[in-house]
């Protein structure tokens, strides 16, 4: 094999094991040489567990000398958003106030990429609680850089992940999707990204919930083919989790040229910067080329509800987290706010939030009566300045589709002049996660991404 492992993909890593061309160990020799490289630059990991990851590559090595691997990850480096619990892996949340808690059991997903034989390769860096605004910068972990430009942020709250699967330091990651969290950085770091339906993905032994059941675990990658591999990997129900059940397991499938596409290129007004609008209505050219009905229209929601109701969610759970903590003085500038947003606000207020999430659902049902697919920008403003927080318009496309519990995939687009990636959200109707991923796999085939890489040492 001539080319360095760290630039396979896992389809490729996992096709390369099974030929015998490659063993896990040296793919994930070749991983740890890259994360050595980059990582004083990026500042990608909370924690990385070299000698766990050796281990677990030796043993993948020994199944396949047997011919008896586990699964389609066996042997696959893997990254693991750090609010996600892996058992003795460190999972501090981002946060000095939880530095030193060490899980005693995986996260559902995690169990599951587990059983297949995935190497796990540590803990991603994350915005503190994965709340902020925008970048990933802590006082417990510093600042994660992006490899596209490191002055600049990779986004967040997964911007830890999605950097190292640009980087080079494994072909995936998992992250969480609370408000945006894997979409954002997914676009600005030339990746695909996937906010499953909710339920889709099971979670069970994780943190505690502080952003109702909007926070949904799901993959991020170079390719639609990995981020297939990954969802197959971690979808499903679990007993313990009511809202995972109804959903079965998927697959790409066949394209859909002539489904109706709705583009809104910009929601109340608010700002979204010149690249990420010329490259997003090119995207709308290069669907109508591959087939698909794209019309440019009006948000079908009310956005001024989101608006209104996102920050009680944020604020009262995060309230409700620290109750019983000494957070003063202990947690980065943006979070005090929320807190005492949260601890002002009443279970009435709380409630009524939730109805207005029930109203937007019924909206976006009855746009998809007309309509397949809505597609945005992923983010209405470009990577900044990688210690400093966002404009608030940045985010202005993608938290609504939490509050709905819809799916909804980044895919990448054209880049702005100096490089830097951007992505268009394309979002379905519940539960039809897999329609989603075929549409980016049929868009990916007629203008790949992967081969862009960043300039980095």
Not at 37 to 64: I, Q, T
């Amino acid at each position: 094999m001539t080319a360095d492992p760290w630039t396979l993909t896992a389809s490729e890593l996992a096709s390369a094991f099974r030929n015998g061309t490659l063993t896990p160990s040296e793919a994930l020799a070749s991983v740890l040489s890259r994360i050595e490289a980059v990582n004083p630059v990026l500042n990608l990991f909370a924690h990385l567990d070299v000698e766990g990851a050796k281990a677990s590559a030796a043993e993948a090595d020994a199944r396949f000398a047997e011919g008896t691997p586990l699964g389609a990850f066996d042997g696959v480096p893997v990254s693991i958003k750090d609010n996600i619990t892996v058992a003795g892996m460190p999972c501090a949340w981002g946060s000095t106030l939880f530095e030193g808690q060490v899980p005693e059991k995986d996260e559902t997903p995690v169990a599951r990429l587990r059983a297949q034989g995935a190497v796990l390769l540590g803990k991603t860096n994350v915005s503190e609680f994965t709340m902020g605004r925008g970048n990933v910068s802590t006082l417990a972990f510093g600042t994660t850089r992006n490899p596209w430009n490191p002055e600049l942020t990779p986004g967040a709250s997964t911007g830890g992940g999605a950097a190292a699967v640009a980087a080079g330091a494994g072909p995936v990651t998992l992250g969480t999707d609370g408000g945006g969290s894997i979409r954002r950085p997914a676009s600005y770091n030339n990746l695909v990204g996937l906010k499953p339906t909710t339920g889709r993905v099971a979670r069970i032994n994780g943190l505690p919930q502080i952003l109702h059941d909007f926070e949904i675990i799901g993959p991020i990658a170079r390719t639609v083919d990995d981020l297939a591999m990954t969802l197959s990997a971690i979808e499903g129900p679990h007993p313990h989790d009511r809202a995972s059940f109804g959903f079965e397991k998927g697959e790409i499938g066949t394209p859909k040229p002539g489904a109706r596409i709705l583009y809104v290129p910009q929601f109340l007004g608010q700002t979204v910067e010149a690249p990420i609008a010329e490259s997003c209505a090119a995207g709308c050219d290069n669907l109508r080329a591959l087939g698909y009905d794209v019309t440019v229209g009006e948000a079908p929601i009310d956005v001024s509800i989101f608006e209104k109701y996102w920050p009680m969610i944020g604020g009262t759970g995060l309230a409700w987290l620290l109750q019983d903590i000494d957070w003063e003085g202990k947690v980065g500038a943006p979070y005090p706010p929320m807190i005492k947003t949260g601890q002002s606000l009443s279970a009435v207020d709380y409630v009524e939030a939730l109805a207005g999430f029930r109203t937007l659902y019924e909206q976006m049902a009855t746009a998809f009566e007309t309509y397949d697919y809505v597609m945005t920008p992923a983010a209405g403003a470009m990577p900044w300045k990688a210690d400093e927080f966002g404009p608030g318009y940045h985010r202005a496309f993608t938290g609504f589709v939490n509050g709905c519990g819809l799916p909804a995939i980044a895919v990448p687009c054209d880049p702005a002049a100096d490089g830097m990636p951007i992505g268009f959200q394309m979002i379905a109707p519940f539960g039809q996660d897999w329609d989603l991923v075929t549409l980016a796999k049929h868009y990916e085939e007629a203008h790949p991404w992967a081969q862009r890489r960043p300039d980095l040492a």
